[in-house]
């Protein structure tokens, strides 16, 4: 069973510049997340879509977005990039649905990361 | 205060020694929760999930939830240097919240 795939793993934008990353999640999962992952900040949650609708959203600005097509991939945008944008970007990908507390619920799957780095 | 605490160490035990790494979490609602283990340059992997207060064990592993106390723990026992990374703890409510997880803690497992 294939996993996460994250493309592209490395990507190097100037300020100003605008960014699109890809998820493809594991077979059969319908929600995808997306997360940024700084030394000082940790994993700090953007937002997760389950069934093409966004379901959660983050704390963040409104230059981070994200959508997910009929097929359970799904992209994230972050326009205007600014320095404190450097990241790790982690997609994780889940069932997304079924009772909260049974077995395998809610468990993320993580891919590998889109490392960003805004010179 | 945060939604998920955990101590940020590093945490350093000698091999073969019990590693206990502890957490707490904010939110009474929280009703599954998860350890992951990242590797320094990787994304993190699901070590275990437990749903039900008490213990819950797999291999060396075992997690220990105790709800009324708000508090998650993972133990490894007979720590290896391979279980050197960062352990972080995740909290999911029966809401539509996403998964929160804490800041993690280092553990270093000394040869």
């Known amino acids: 069973k294939a996993g996460v795939t994250q493309t592209p793993r490395y990507l190097i934008k100037t300020r100003g510049q605008q960014v699109t990353l890809s998820c493809s999640p594991i077979?059969?999962?319908?929600?995808v997340s997306w997360y940024q992952q700084t030394p000082g900040q940790g994993l700090q949650f953007l937002f997760e879509?389950?069934?093409?609708?966004?379901?959660n959203k983050g704390n963040f600005p409104g230059r981070f977005s994200g959508r997910q097509f009929s097929n359970s991939r799904s992209e994230m945008n972050v326009s205007t990039l600014e320095l404190g944008d450097s990241a790790l970007y982690l997609c994780?990908?889940?069932?997304?649905?079924?009772?909260?507390?049974?077995?395998?619920?809610?468990?993320?799957?993580f891919g590998a990361g889109s490392r960003l780095t805004v010179l | 205060q945060k939604e998920v605490e955990q101590n940020s160490g590093p945490l350093s035990v000698p091999e073969g020694a019990i590693a206990s790494l502890n957490c707490t979490y904010s939110?009474?609602?929280?009703?599954?929760f998860f350890w992951y283990r990242q590797y320094s340059g990787k994304s993190p992997e699901l070590i275990m999930s437990i749903y039900s207060n008490g213990d819950k064990e797999d291999g060396r592993f075992t997690a220990q939830l105790n709800k009324a106390s708000q508090y998650v723990s993972l133990l490894i026992r007979d720590s290896q240097p391979s279980d050197s990374a960062t352990y972080l703890c995740?909290?999911?409510?029966?809401?539509?919240?996403?998964?929160?997880f804490g800041s993690g803690t280092r553990l270093q497992v000394q040869p």
């Open positions: 879509y389950f069934s093409e609708t966004q379901r």
């Open positions: 995740a909290v999911k409510d029966t809401g539509r919240r996403a998964l929160t």
């Open positions: 939110d009474r609602g929280s009703q599954s």
């Open positions: 994780a990908s889940s069932r997304g649905q079924g009772i909260p507390t049974s077995p395998g619920a809610n468990v993320l799957t």
């Open positions: 077979s059969g999962h319908r929600s």
